[in-house]
């Protein structure tokens, strides 16, 4: 039992430092130096750094499902749902769930020319996330507040170029309003989509953390 709560440890610390360093900076020896233990230790729990990065990835996964899609499960599916899933992703970089931004994001354009095992462990988890935007979408097409002609893979490359958008505005360009604009894309997308009388507006992430904050 501590030799895995010592190796979440470890993995959740590799997360963070391949956010911000990437996963080719991510080694054994610098992992060591971070966390004041042995090479030897850590090679007790990780053979090579592919072994390290691939396990980093896998926690990475864990961690991001965690903060965006499994909290949204608990709306209404449909509509609602697609919502909270783009409200969630929004929150989880204002948030900074990970030191670096979002991980993925900042993975995914570190590797998308390369090939190998960490590549295809990047796409997977990323095929995983579009997938999940795509049933969500699918979802609001079969309880009617999407038209038939609505296509999910189309909506899922769009609200995914917005994240991926909002990820490089907030955290290199530290544009503060980079939520609200991402969020204000989205709303203006989805509601255009929308067969039903539309809503209430949604609050802004932005003015949603405050309110957490202040309370």
């Known amino acids: 039992m501590k030799g895995l709560k010592t190796r979440s440890a470890i993995l959740d610390h590799a997360a963070d430092l391949a956010s911000v360093e990437g996963l080719e900076g991510l080694t054994i020896g610098r992992l ?3 966390l004041q233990m042995s090479k030897s230790g850590l090679f007790a729990h990780f053979g090579s750094k592919e072994e390290l990065q691939l396990a980093t990835i896998e926690i990475a996964r864990e961690r991001f499902m965690t903060e965006v899609f499994k909290p949204a499960l608990g709306t209404e599916r449909g509509y609602p749902r697609l919502v909270a899933i783009c409200r ?3 929150d989880y970089i204002q948030r900074n769930v990970f030191s670096g931004g ?5 993975a ?3 590797f998308d020319g390369r090939s190998g095992p960490v590549r295809d462990a990047i796409k997977k ?4 996330w579009i997938g999940a935007i795509e049933k969500a979408v699918r979802l609001a097409v079969d309880e009617g507040h999407f038209g038939p002609d609505v296509e999910p893979a189309q909506i899922a490359f769009e609200i995914n170029a917005i994240f991926f958008g909002a990820n490089y505005a907030y955290n290199m360009r530290h544009d503060k309003r980079a939520i609200t604009r991402a969020w204000n894309a989205i709303e203006t997308r989805l509601e255009g989509l929308r067969q039903s009388p539309r809503p209430a507006r ?3 992430p ?3 953390v405050a309110r957490r904050r202040a309370s």
């Open 32 to 34: 060591a130096d971070e």
């Open 88 to 90: 969630g992703w929004l």
């Open 102 to 106: 979002c991980f993925f994001a900042a």
């Open 108 to 110: 995914s354009f570190e």
């Open 125 to 128: 988890t990323m095929d995983e």
């Open 202 to 204: 949604f609050a802004h």
């Open 206 to 208: 932005e003015k949603r």
